[in-house]
């Protein structure tokens, strides 16, 4: 089974509601035997300012770019 890494930025129109949906089609693909995931999740847009002061942090943007 192929393990597959993700990286997640909830926020403005994607956001908490969406990305759980998201985590349970991932662990479809898992419990049917397709694929794992490593998931690592960040911030962007409103909740990035109001954590980081910035629409995304360079931590998460250096993730997003890897």
Same mark, same amino acid.
């Given at each position: &089974? @192929?393990?597959?890494?993700? =990286? &997640?930025?909830?926020? *403005?129109? %994607?956001?908490?509601? +969406?990305?759980?949906? +998201?985590?349970?089609?991932? *662990?479809? =693909?898992?419990?049917?035997? %397709?694929?794992? =995931?490593? +998931? $690592?999740?960040?911030? +962007?847009?409103?909740?990035?300012? $109001? @954590?980081?002061? #910035?629409? %995304?942090? *360079? @931590? $998460? &943007? $250096?993730? @997003? &770019? #890897?």
């Amino acid at each position: &089974m @192929a393990t597959h890494n993700l =990286f &997640m930025l909830p926020g *403005d129109g %994607i956001g908490p509601e +969406v990305i759980g949906q +998201v985590r349970r089609v991932l *662990d479809w =693909f898992k419990e049917n035997g %397709i694929a794992t =995931f490593n +998931v $690592d999740e960040g911030l +962007v847009g409103g909740s990035a300012y $109001d @954590a980081h002061g #910035a629409a %995304i942090s *360079d @931590a $998460d &943007m $250096d993730k @997003a &770019m #890897a």
